[in-house]
């Protein structure tokens, strides 16, 4: 083990080789296999997991250390926990039979992959990896569309792909690593359309970073349509990422199957102390907004000191900015790590790509000043 005033070279050289297996992965949005235990006490600016730098909740942080009395006991056993799902089903208007509590979204997402696994799935190229890699790791078909120039779903390519072997369709909206949208009425109707034959799932991770008219969920739709399933998570707006916990959303019919088939066995695996977090982050509106408007400032902030440097980003729906590297020589990721700068970046068909995070005011500011100073493109 590493003394400590070795550590940070110790991590930094672990880091490297954990990034360079990261990058031969087909898309930097999966976090499989990156060694990330560190953090600003080594030094480091993360903005690498899209992560929400704000933290958790002072309400869901009084109602975690309130539930250490409870510690001891398995979470159905508590009486206070026993409404949580009644309390997601009221706040997204839907039955409780229409929500799955899960370890977090890539809980969900894993497993779908796993239970859609008979016949192919239809994605787009890049998109958040989860779901297609655990579909490719157990042999499903993956056909991947790419995004339009704009880097923007294709959805009449998509609605051409589904043939009578699809069994799931999935799409990240808001998308990860683009961080576009896709307009919810357009979207609407591709779910009805995609859905006559095979099963849609729409990944919400970032959908609380929109404002109206662009932040309207797909859940509605789960009331009368078996083959829609949405996917949300507490880790983004909510800053629960360490905690774990997410939902499914869907027709009861659907979620009993799901169900039967693994998911009574994944509801375990949510602790009694994330469930109480989450409970109260969803009675804290005031922290989601104070999130939302402080992403948002750095996000502009960020995008147009990029945008100074030449550097033309995404126009940017969440937390998280994609931006071409042009001809940037080397590994980006790799170079800004030595500068103690977490991101991602990757080799596609068109060009080199890198995707950062929206941290801090502050970050940005250190990330902006790191950038101009050794820019290379
Ligand atoms: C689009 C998308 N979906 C799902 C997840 C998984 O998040 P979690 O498992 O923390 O809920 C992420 C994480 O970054 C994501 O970007």
Same mark, same amino acid.
């Given at each position: ?45 993360? %903005? ?51 929500? %799955? ?57 998509? %609605? ?96 009993? %199957? ?120």
């Amino acid at each position: 083990m590493p003394t400590q005033t070795n550590r940070r070279d110790w991590l930094k050289q672990n880091s490297l080789a954990a990034l360079a297996l990261g990058f031969a992965l087909p898309s930097m949005a999966n976090e499989e296999g990156l060694l990330r235990s560190f953090g600003a006490a080594e030094g480091f600016i993360n %903005l690498g997991s899209n992560e929400n730098p704000y933290g958790i909740s002072p309400k869901a942080k009084e109602a975690l250390l309130g539930m250490l009395t409870e510690a001891h006991r398995y979470q159905f056993n508590v009486a206070s926990l026993q409404g949580f799902t009644k309390q997601l089903s009221s706040y997204y208007q839907v039955g409780a039979d229409q929500v %799955l509590i899960t370890a977090g979204s890539g809980d969900s997402l894993q497993m779908l992959a796993r239970h859609f696994s008979k016949g192919n799935l239809v994605t787009a190229a890049p998109t958040f990896a989860t779901l297609p890699n655990t579909a490719k790791k157990i042999g499903t078909k993956v056909i991947e569309i790419p995004l339009t120039v704009d880097k923007i779903h294709d959805l009449p390519a998509m %609605l051409r792909a589904i043939n009578s072997e699809t069994q799931l369709v999935y799409i990240c909206n808001p998308a990860n690593p683009s961080s576009t949208i896709i307009p919810p009425g357009v979207l609407e109707n591709f779910c009805i359309e995609a859905s006559k034959k095979a099963m849609v799932v729409i990944d919400e991770a970032y959908i609380d970073f929109l404002n109206t008219p662009d932040n309207r969920s797909m859940i509605g739709l789960t009331h009368q349509n078996p083959n829609i399933i949405v996917v949300r998570t507490f880790s983004k707006i909510h800053a629960m990422a360490g905690l774990r916990v997410g939902f499914i959303a869907g027709h009861p019919t659907t979620i009993n %199957l799901l169900d039967e088939n693994y998911f009574r066995n994944s509801q375990i695996t949510v602790s009694n102390l994330t469930m109480a977090a989450a409970a109260a982050s969803m009675k804290d509106e005031a922290h989601r907004e104070s999130c939302k408007q402080k992403n948002a400032a750095a996000r502009q902030y960020t995008f147009t000191a990029l945008k100074e440097m030449n550097i033309k980003c995404i126009p940017s729906y969440t937390n998280f900015l994609f931006f071409p590297l042009g001809k940037y020589p080397g590994d980006f990721a790799q170079d800004m790590f030595k500068k103690n700068v977490i991101l991602r970046s990757n080799n596609y068909a068109d060009g080199k790509w890198a995707r950062v995070s929206v941290g801090t005011m502050d970050e940005m500011k250190q990330f902006i000043g790191i950038m101009k100073a050794d820019w290379k493109a």
